[in-house]
């Protein structure tokens, strides 16, 4: 049934014939929690990615967990299912009372039994599924009930997509339904059986962890439900209760409004706090090309509408910028290699996509108020994670503000088995980019009045204007005539935008959510050290995004934070950065994790307290919401397993 759309069974029969040491995936170590001492089994491939940004994928380890390393925090996670207070060294703000969610990777490797013939005897092994690179796991649910009045940090955590585990262990990998889901894992899986999977009809959603956002989504929870939400590359969210964990739905946005169709969406939604909309788009792949399906959801048409809709290549669009008046969709050059046929069918992207180079990165803008893409800029080839923000002048100039970088080889350093090699070059230290999108309602009468003259130009009238501007006589009728203008060659050229500022970034940025869509001065994130090793983020930064204000920097020695999430105070502030952030942090001496918890202004500690389990490191994005902590951290009656198994009696 359902099951049979999710995940097909392995290529290979019951009994494997040969020497069990050449198999793709080899014997596993009993410890299930140790994925560092068999790194060297992780399936990787970089065939695709440009010669000149390819990165050495050799694994040096296993490593000595007694080393200080960050490795250890890029294992299995120990879940903490019953909350535990650990004690806050330090002072929270009175101010600060409410609820904070992430998501951390939860499972890196699966063990399972196999059954294999070795020297004419059938023997039963145990071996190893391992993802392959550290956007591509089950997650674990992290909160973090914080008081401010009483001092005190409660915590618990959750695996909640057991049913995913399962899945995988009887069928000896992973494949999942939607197209290129993985960043770069050996799925375990025949070509035949990826076949199967794929299908270009959804239906109800498939299995997906949900491993890259969590995050408070109105007007889902306009009716008083205590809820958050998990949001991922896939076209659906997983709905759970905030206070117990537990799973309440998993809906797909085409069963919101057929017309939000598509096998892909955004992790990253955008909520307008002035209109009450809920924006993001689906992604709907063609042959050659994808259908880009941007929509809006309010709490009184709980069905949304689609604002428009934009056809451009297919790539891998990780986030998008919101304005009061546009909706900007950025696409780098990160393109199908092999006619696209490998993203069809669910191959990891940095397998199937090719990052070039030599073509244009391209900037599509939606008018909110017309509900339809009116101008396309064009700028050099870059590749992105994360928008920073994105607003708007009196001079009607959009500015776009990224974390980015040359090309995409940080994408393919950041996988498990380059992470673990120490050979492996520094990781590609991200830039803070400001574009300008100039004179951008100019721009959209411009290309208007080109396409009203090229729905009325015939192409006898093209080739006599091939070179030239000219003026024909179209007959109206017996006594009317007008003329109109051919339109010259290039007269439709996409306008190139303009790199304004250019300074080292964040990864993982966050700004004060109050100045979202606006002008703004400070952004916070992860960064990397100058006298650090390099191999992995060890800094929390806050940048000044004008002038020449050197960074604020947080660190510790061989500590690795995860993302600094910025809560504001619940009483406004005239400064921009009056408020605190929010970091999972990893102390690779210790062997341990902490919540921390900084002054915003000038990253000096408030509190921090040691958490019972360590929390794997994430490149994930959390939530901080505001309330009262006495009603949270309630027992939920089962596990909370976000699973599909109540989608399979259809």
């Known amino acids: 049934?359902?099951?049979?759309?999710?995940?097909?069974?392995?290529?290979?029969?019951?009994?494997?014939?040969?020497?069990?040491?050449?198999?793709?995936?080899?014997?596993?170590?009993?410890?299930?929690?140790?994925?560092?001492?068999?790194?060297?089994?992780?399936?990787?491939?970089?065939?695709?990615?440009?010669?000149?940004?390819?990165?050495?994928?050799?694994?040096?380890?296993?490593?000595?967990?007694?080393?200080?390393?960050?490795?250890?925090?890029?294992?299995?996670?120990?879940?903490?299912?019953?909350?535990?207070?650990?004690?806050?060294?330090?002072?929270?703000?009175?101010?600060?009372?409410?609820?904070?969610?992430?998501?951390?990777?939860?499972?890196?490797?699966?063990?399972?039994?196999?059954?294999?013939?070795?020297?004419?005897?059938?023997?039963?092994?145990?071996?190893?599924?391992?993802?392959?690179?550290?956007?591509?796991?089950?997650?674990?649910?992290?909160?973090?009930?914080?008081?401010?009045?009483?001092?005190?940090?409660?915590?618990?955590?959750?695996?909640?997509?057991?049913?995913?585990?399962?899945?995988?262990?009887?069928?000896?990998?992973?494949?999942?339904?939607?197209?290129?889901?993985?960043?770069?894992?050996?799925t375990n899986q025949s070509v035949f059986a990826r076949l199967l999977t794929t299908s270009p009809s959804q239906g109800k959603p498939g299995l997906e962890p949900c491993g890259a956002s969590i995050d408070v989504i109105p007007p889902f929870n306009a009716d008083g439900r205590r809820t958050i939400y998990c949001q991922n590359y896939a076209n659906h969210i997983l709905e759970l209760n905030a206070d117990t964990l537990e799973k309440c739905g998993i809906l797909a946005w085409e069963e919101v409004n057929p017309l939000f169709k598509g096998s892909q969406a955004s992790p990253h939604s955008h909520f307008d706090p002035v209109t009450k909309e809920l924006i993001n788009f689906t992604m709907d792949h063609g042959l050659y090309s994808t259908q880009y399906h941007f929509f809006s959801i309010t709490e009184k048409e709980p069905h949304g509408s689609l604002v428009a809709s934009v056809t451009a290549k297919t790539s891998h669009v990780h986030s998008f910028a919101v304005t009061p008046r546009y909706i900007i969709l950025v696409v780098s050059p990160l393109n199908p290699s092999d006619g696209g046929v490998k993203y069809s069918w669910g191959a990891s992207v940095l397998d199937a996509l090719t990052f070039k180079s030599s073509e244009s990165t391209y900037f599509y803008v939606i008018s909110r108020v017309k509900q339809r893409h009116i101008a396309t800029f064009k700028s050099e080839a870059f590749f992105f994670f994360h928008h920073v923000n994105a607003f708007e002048d009196a001079a009607d100039n959009v500015y776009l503000d990224f974390s980015m970088y040359p090309d995409d080889t940080i994408a393919h350093q950041l996988s498990l088995s380059s992470l673990f090699d120490r050979s492996t070059p520094s990781l590609v230290k991200p830039e803070f980019c400001r574009f300008e999108l100039a004179n951008v309602q100019a721009e959209a009468q411009r290309l208007e009045n080109y396409n009203a003259a090229m729905a009325n130009t015939g192409p006898v009238d093209m080739l006599r204007g091939l070179m030239r501007r000219v003026s024909v006589n179209v007959s109206q009728g017996s006594d009317q005539r007008s003329q109109y203008a051919v339109p010259e060659k290039n007269s439709n050229a996409t306008p190139v935008v303009t790199r304004v500022r250019s300074t080292p970034g964040v990864e993982l940025p966050r700004i004060n959510p109050i100045y979202h869509g606006l002008d703004y001065k400070y952004t916070w994130g992860i960064g990397l050290l100058e006298s650090g090793e390099g191999d992995m983020y060890d800094c929390i930064m806050k940048l000044h995004v004008r002038g020449d204000a050197e960074p604020t920097v947080w660190s510790q020695k061989n500590c690795y934070p995860s993302e600094a999430v910025f809560v504001p105070p619940p009483v406004f502030d005239q400064n921009e950065d009056a408020g605190v952030v929010i970091s999972v942090v990893y102390d690779a001496a210790a062997k341990n994790s902490f919540v921390l918890v900084l002054d915003a202004k000038d990253l000096q500690e408030k509190a921090r307290a040691v958490l019972p389990e360590i929390v794997p490191l994430s490149f994930t994005n959390g939530c901080f919401t505001p309330g009262d902590v006495s009603q949270g951290m309630q027992q939920g009656h089962g596990s909370g397993t976000i699973s599909d198994d109540d989608q399979d009696e259809d």
């Not at 929270?92 to 009372?97: G, Q």
């Open 1 to 186: 049934m359902e099951d049979s759309q999710i995940i097909a069974p392995a290529a290979a029969t019951f009994f494997d014939t040969g020497d069990s040491t050449t198999a793709a995936i080899t014997d596993a170590p009993a410890d299930n929690n140790n994925i560092s001492e068999h790194q060297d089994q992780l399936q990787t491939s970089t065939t695709a990615h440009n010669a000149t940004a390819a990165v050495p994928m050799r694994v040096s380890g296993p490593f000595d967990d007694e080393e200080i390393t960050f490795h250890k925090a890029l294992r299995n996670a120990v879940s903490t299912e019953t909350p535990k207070e650990p004690s806050v060294q330090g002072t929270l703000p009175t101010w600060l009372n409410g609820f904070h969610y992430t998501l951390s990777p939860g499972i890196f490797e699966v063990k399972y039994p196999k059954m294999v013939v070795i020297n004419g005897e059938p023997q039963q092994e145990t071996r190893t599924f391992t993802f392959g690179h550290w956007f591509d796991n089950i997650p674990q649910v992290n909160q973090f009930a914080l008081s401010g009045a009483n001092n005190t940090i409660t915590y618990r955590s959750t695996k909640p997509a057991h049913r995913a585990e399962a899945k995988i262990r009887e069928h000896q990998g992973y494949l999942p339904s939607q197209p290129s889901s993985l960043f770069l894992t050996d």
